[in-house]
C-alpha cells in the first residue's frame, strides 16, 4: 500500500510515541473533528497535511527547545507539504495554568526565531478551563486533549480559514451548545471501543 502524506510526515516517529500519537488522532478524528469542534481541522487532516510530534521533554527549557526545533522544521516545508502541527508534550506542563503561562514563552519564541506573523502557536490540555467557568463545565471538554499539546498554525491558513466564516466566534458558542447537548455521558460514549 502507498504511504498517505500523512503517513510520510509521521513516518519517522519513535516506536515509544506510538500511545501518544494514537490517543491524540483518535481525540482529533471523534472530537475535534467528529463533533466538529474546529471546522478548520478536517482538510489539513484529510489531506495528509499535519504533522504530530511528541516531545520528550521534563522541563519548560527542553520543551522550547522541541518547539523551536519543530517551528523552524514546519516552516521549512510548503503548506502543500505541511498546514499544521501538534507538538504532544506528555510529560511536562501537566498543570493547565502553567501550560497557559508558557504561551507567552512561545510567542517570544516565535519573535526570535522571526516567525511572528508566519506562525501561531495555541494549546490544547487534559485540563482545559475556560474563564468564568468551573472546573467540570462541559464547555471546558471543547478545548481537553489527551495530554498537554502545543498547536502550530500556519497565519495564512488561519486568515484564508477566516475568510471563509463570517463569524468565528460563533465557533466557541457553537461548540459549547454541541458539548451541552452531548453531556457527560455522550462525551465518555465518545471513548468507548468500537466494538463496545
Not at 152 to 178: F, H, K, P, V, W
Request: aromatic share 6%; hydrophobic share 35%.
Amino acid at each position: 500500500m502507498k504511504p498517505t502524506p500523512a503517513n510520510d510526515l509521521n513516518a519517522d516517529a519513535l516506536p515509544e510515541d506510538a500511545p501518544y500519537l494514537a490517543a491524540t488522532m483518535r481525540w482529533l478524528e471523534r472530537a475535534v473533528i467528529g463533533l466538529d469542534l474546529c471546522p478548520f481541522a478536517r482538510a489539513p487532516h484529510e489531506q495528509g497535511k499535519l504533522r504530530l510530534r511528541v516531545s520528550h521533554a521534563r522541563d519548560t527549557d527542553t520543551l522550547l527547545d522541541d518547539l523551536c526545533g519543530e517551528l523552524q522544521s514546519l516552516n521549512a516545508l510548503t503548506p502543500e507539504e505541511c498546514e499544521t502541527g501538534l507538538l504532544i508534550h506528555p510529560f511536562v506542563l501537566g498543570d493547565f495554568l502553567d501550560c497557559n503561562d508558557f504561551l507567552d514563552v512561545a510567542d517570544a519564541a516565535l519573535q526570535t526565531l522571526g516567525l511572528e506573523g508566519e506562525w501561531q502557536v495555541a494549546s490544547f490540555h487534559p485540563r482545559h478551563q475556560f474563564a468564568d467557568t468551573l472546573p467540570d463545565d462541559v464547555g471546558n471538554l471543547a478545548n481537553r486533549s489527551p495530554y498537554p499539546t502545543l498547536h502550530l498554525l500556519r497565519e495564512t491558513s488561519i486568515e484564508r480559514a477566516t475568510e471563509t466564516m463570517s463569524d468565528t466566534g460563533s465557533i466557541c458558542r457553537r461548540n459549547i451548545e454541541t458539548l451541552q447537548r452531548l453531556g457527560i455521558d455522550g462525551w465518555q460514549k465518545l471513548w468507548r471501543n468500537d466494538t463496545d
